[in-house]
């Protein structure tokens, strides 16, 4: 490999393996400032649990493993113990040991913070200029959760500035600007960048979406070079879309190609798949070079409409869902893990918006909607995809709407929680749902009927909350447009 500074663009050649073809590494200068208060210790973790490092937790899914919280709520609900302002985003918070890392922006500036998980005390502050502006007049904040390791961080903004970060110290490690790296079209960048890297071994997965074939990158973890970058004209140019009557996709230049939904690394079939659910489709790519394993057209008829559901994979199947009129498909991955058929297919049962359905004993759980007066929760039979049951919607219930004055709170006259496109994590038999005007519930897990247990509000967390609730510890960790809170979820009598 040679190497050559050219005043702020560091230029490499390299041979990229399964392209066949020498790639360009252009890098242009981003750096960013660390405050100079800087607290490195911290005490160990005063409660045994597990780290959530990352979108969707330990496991990818949503799923948590700690047995230590509450089974049922006292009236009021959970105790909030912290809480603190931060500026605009919707991307949620990650612990890793009693460090929490948050992604927001105040004003012109991306803020990288870490905390104390415990009490939210200051540990570091990392910042760098920002001009993005949403284009429907949505936050102009971080829509990508941070990823952390042992010793590193990972955040992406909307623009596609990611930067790798020192867990302890917060010292800026290595950047990439991804939007001058790469090619990267403006027509359909609806809503910037919004889907968390992934780590594989060493590599930083990342949906960068670069023309022609950059919309996957894999990132050397370790110094932010590539290893290698796939998907893109070479993947959808031709192809049947789907249902059209065989119409095939001419690929234009001018296409986004990622998506807002964080890829999935699974295996299947004994095969390594990194499963990719961009703005075309899925594409399952080997994580050894970037080669296609196999594709499936799933993309919305409508323009501006965006793919943002993390897939699901149950042992050799896979469900995607997607709202935007287009609904839910499970596919299954043939033994050779080059070629799937579809199980079934439904234009109406599930229309994800953004939040990952989660699967439990043969019934998927997910939010249905692409508005928010639409969504309800909905629970699919695995094997089917028929509707079991579902909550109120608001469209539908409106003349019994109740709404809090002084909270917020939407319910109907029945008593029931409409949460709108809420968000969700399992806790053993139960579900926490957050919904995006605030309600914080309980739900028994349940595949016959829907059942609320618990439910209050939470001071600072109003419409939109749209990232999904944070459990470590017993600490449940709550992100709105102004407030990051914590609420101990954990049961007294194992005390602190």
């Known amino acids: 490999m040679r190497a050559f500074l050219l005043i702020a663009v560091t230029f490499c050649v390299l041979d990229i393996s399964g392209t066949g073809f020498a790639i360009a590494d252009e890098r242009a200068a981003l750096k960013g400032t660390l405050a100079p208060d800087v607290v490195t210790t911290v005490p160990t973790p005063d409660r045994k649990g597990e780290d959530w490092p990352c979108f969707l937790g330990p496991l990818g899914t949503g799923e948590c493993a700690e047995a230590n919280w509450l089974k049922t709520w006292p009236e009021d609900g959970p105790e909030v113990t912290w809480q603190k302002r931060i500026g605009t985003g919707y991307s949620a918070p990650s612990v890793m040991g009693n460090r929490l890392v948050v992604h927001h922006r105040p004003r012109d500036e991306d803020i990288v913070d870490c905390l104390r998980a415990d009490n939210g005390e200051p540990l570091w502050r990392f910042t760098y200029p920002t001009d993005y502006q949403d284009r429907y007049g949505y936050n102009n904040g971080p829509r990508c959760t941070p990823l952390l390791t042992k010793n590193r961080v990972f955040t992406l903004n909307p623009a596609g500035k990611l930067f790798c970060l020192d867990l302890i110290s917060g010292k800026q490690v290595w950047a990439r600007d991804c939007a001058k790296d790469f090619r990267i079209p403006e027509d359909e960048n609806f809503f910037g960048v919004g889907c968390t890297p992934i780590l594989e071994g060493k590599m930083l997965i990342v949906f960068v979406g670069g023309q022609p074939n950059s919309g996957v990158v894999a990132f050397n973890s370790e110094n932010g070079d590539i290893v290698w970058q796939s998907v893109g004209k070479a993947t959808w140019d031709g192809v049947e879309m789907g249902d059209s009557g065989k119409a095939k996709y001419r690929w234009s230049g001018k296409e986004s190609i990622y998506s807002y939904s964080t890829p999935l690394a699974a295996t299947i079939h004994g095969r390594r798949h990194i499963l990719c659910f961009l703005r075309h489709g899925l594409v399952s790519l080997d994580p050894k070079d970037g ?79 692409r508005h928010e007066y639409e969504g309800e929760l909905r629970c699919l039979d695995f094997k089917t995809g028929d509707v079991r049951w579902k909550t109120p919607d608001f469209e539908k219930n409106s003349a019994k709407i109740i709404r809090s004055p002084i909270t917020g709170e939407i319910k109907d006259a029945d008593g029931m929680s409409i949460f709108g496109r809420g968000s969700k994590i399992q806790l053993g038999d139960r579900f926490l749902v957050l919904g995006e005007w605030g309600t914080l519930a309980l739900v028994k897990v349940r595949p016959d009927k829907f059942e609320e247990l618990g439910r209050r509000s939470v001071p600072g967390v109003k419409y939109p909350a749209w990232a999904a609730p944070v459990l470590s510890r017993g600490r449940v960790y709550l992100r709105s447009e102004t407030h990051l809170v914590c609420l101990d979820l954990a049961e007294k009598s194992e005390g602190k």
């Open 291 to 369: 080669a296609v394993n196999f594709k499936y057209w799933f993309r919305p008829r409508v323009r501006e409409s965006v793919n943002a559901a993390r897939p699901v994979v149950i042992d050799d199947k896979i469900f995607l869902s997607a709202a935007y009129e287009l609904g839910s498909v499970l596919l299954q991955v043939q033994p050779s893990g080059k070629e799937i058929k579809v199980v079934w297919k439904d234009s109406e049962n599930m229309l994800t918006h953004w939040s990952t359905p989660i699967h439990v004993d043969g019934y998927l759980y997910g939010f249905s909607g």
